[in-house]
T-cell receptor, first 113, second 116 residues
Framework: SQQGEEDPQALSIQEGENATMNCSYK?????LQWYRQNSGRGLVHLIL?????REKHSGRLRVTLDTSKKSSSLLITASRAADTASYFC?????????????FGTGTRLLVSP | GAGVSQSPSNKVTEKGKDVELRCDPI?????LYWYRQSLGQGLEFLIY????????KSGLPSDRFSAERTGGSVSTLTIQRTQQEDSAVYLC??????????????FGEGSWLTVV
């Protein structure tokens, strides 16, 4: 079963706007990772946040993690058309070890020029 | 190599035939994973290899699915007697090692399997 659930399922914005995607999960985790997928092919790793971290930044990306609420958010600032893709969160549950990443069904982001 | 390499990129096969999908992980990575993604769905864990340890096969959906990893590097996922529900993108991934909270997992471009 999918542990991660992304919200919203789809998001449509204009270039330059910010995009926020949320992820909720069910069990305690070791870490949470965000990935981008273009056109249903390979996943590109964006950022990893450990369970003892609350916020991380990477370029235009900002990820937060709230383990008390079992949720994470991904913020893309000043979005570009090239950011159009599906975004997935993936958790490494404590009880299954680090290898079994559990993915949500993703948020489809459309950035219009 | 520079990234995880998978072949073939696309495979169309007839129902009942066997298929082999190949994965070449990033050089030096000891952990290798196979995931499956059905149309419009998230990724489903299939199997995991770590060094010389016995693989974790808990995600394989049926005994028609098997995987091996030779010499601790290249892996082959085999699907026997393919069924239409096997149609999906099969994604391979690798990581430096498993067992550390900051371990990043890198994915290949996937092999798109269509069973007709």
């Amino acid at each position: 079963s999918q542990q991660g659930e992304e919200d919203p399922q789809a998001l449509s914005i204009q270039e330059g706007e910010n995009a926020t995607m949320n992820c909720s999960y069910k069990t305690s985790i070791n870490n949470l990772q965000w990935y981008r997928q273009n056109s249903g092919r390979g996943l590109v790793h964006l950022i990893l946040i450990r369970s003892n971290e609350r916020e991380k930044h990477s370029g235009r990306l900002r990820v937060t993690l709230d383990t008390s609420k079992k949720s994470s958010s991904l913020l893309i600032t000043a979005s570009r058309a090239a950011d159009t893709a599906s975004y997935f969160c993936a958790t490494a549950p404590l009880n299954t070890g680090f290898q079994k990443l559990v993915f949500g069904t993703g948020t489809r982001l459309l950035v219009s020029p | 190599g520079a990234g995880v390499s998978q072949s073939p990129s696309n495979k169309v096969t007839e129902k009942g035939k066997d298929v082999e999908l190949r994965c070449d992980p990033i050089s030096g990575h000891t952990a290798l994973y196979w995931y499956r993604q059905s149309l419009g769905q998230g990724l489903e864990f299939l199997i995991y290899f770590q060094g010389n340890s016995a693989p974790d096969k808990s995600g394989l959906p049926s005994d028609r699915f098997s995987a091996e990893r030779t010499g601790g590097s290249v892996s082959t996922l085999t699907i026997q007697r393919t069924q239409q529900e096997d149609s999906a993108v099969y994604l391979c991934a690798s990581s430096l090692y498993a067992g550390e909270t900051g371990n990043t997992i890198y994915f290949g471009e996937g092999s798109w399997l269509t069973v007709v």
